[in-house]
T-cell receptor, first 115, second 109 residues
Framework: DTGVSQDPRHKITKRGQNVTFRCDPI?????LYWYRQTLGQGPEFLTY????????KSRLLSDRFSAERPKGSFSTLEIQRTEQGDSAMYLC?????????????FGSGTRLTVV | SQQGEEDPQALSIQEGENATMNCSYK?????LQWYRQNSGRGLVHLIL?????REKHSGRLRVTLDTSKKSSSLLITASRAADTASYFC?????????FGTGTRLQVFP
């Protein structure tokens, strides 16, 4: 297992377009998290899944954002009608239940630029 | 809003010097974690300290925790140019991690 994978690494899109990002967690990790990070700031929590169930969504996650984790494996984060303020690094992390004391494993992120 | 605040926001030192960064948090915790982020990359877990621990070491890293002051510090000894990165503290809160604002460390050769 090579860790948490995110695709694409970079995405440039025009304002108003829809974009979708994918995250493949470590296979035995049942919890998957999405964070957003803007320049010079720490990551901000967006949402998380335990297996296929989406258990919490941040107020940052407007109705233009949707996340799924079908079958409790990979996850997708879709942003509809992108705005310039959506430009950020989108980070995915995973962890196994009961292993919170060992830290989260993060992917390398998807950097979104909305022009 | 983010849980933690880190100090300083930026730190520049020479190779071989020690780097100390501080983190303050707001609510009760059962552990505090430190992560490193190289420019444009994801975060890497460095070390975790539990609420009943006061100090923990891992290689050149030393972390302290003062729950009465709701603060933690990360010390990197004998720094190297490769330590150049942003460092974040994070605390668990209702099944998720809340991150601080980060300290950007620059180590000059």
């Amino acid at each position: 297992d090579t860790g948490v994978s995110q695709d694409p690494r970079h995405k440039i899109t025009k304002r108003g377009q829809n974009v979708t990002f994918r995250c493949d967690p470590i296979s035995e990790h049942n919890r998957l998290y999405w964070y957003r990070q803007t320049l010079g700031q720490g990551p901000e929590f967006l949402t998380y899944f335990q297996n296929e169930a989406q258990l919490e969504k941040s107020r940052l996650l407007s109705d233009r954002f949707s996340a799924e984790r079908p079958k409790g494996s990979f996850s997708t984060l879709e942003i509809q009608r992108t705005e310039q303020g959506d430009s950020a690094m989108y980070l995915c992390a995973s962890i196994k239940d009961g292993w919170a004391n060992y830290g989260y494993t993060f992917g390398s992120g998807t950097r979104l630029t909305v022009v | 809003s983010q849980q933690g605040e880190e100090d300083p926001q930026a730190l520049s030192i020479q190779e071989g010097e020690n780097a100390t960064m501080n983190c303050s948090y707001k609510t009760s915790i059962n552990n505090l974690q430190w992560y490193r982020q190289n420019s444009g990359r994801g975060l890497v877990h460095l070390i975790l300290i539990r609420s009943n621990e006061r100090e923990k070491h891992s290689g050149r890293l030393r972390v302290t925790l003062d729950t009465s002051k709701k603060s933690s510090s990360l010390l990197i000894t004998a720094s190297r140019a490769a330590d150049t990165a942003s460092y974040f503290c994070a605390t668990p809160y209702t099944d998720k991690l809340i991150f601080g604002t980060g300290t950007r460390l620059q180590v000059f050769p």
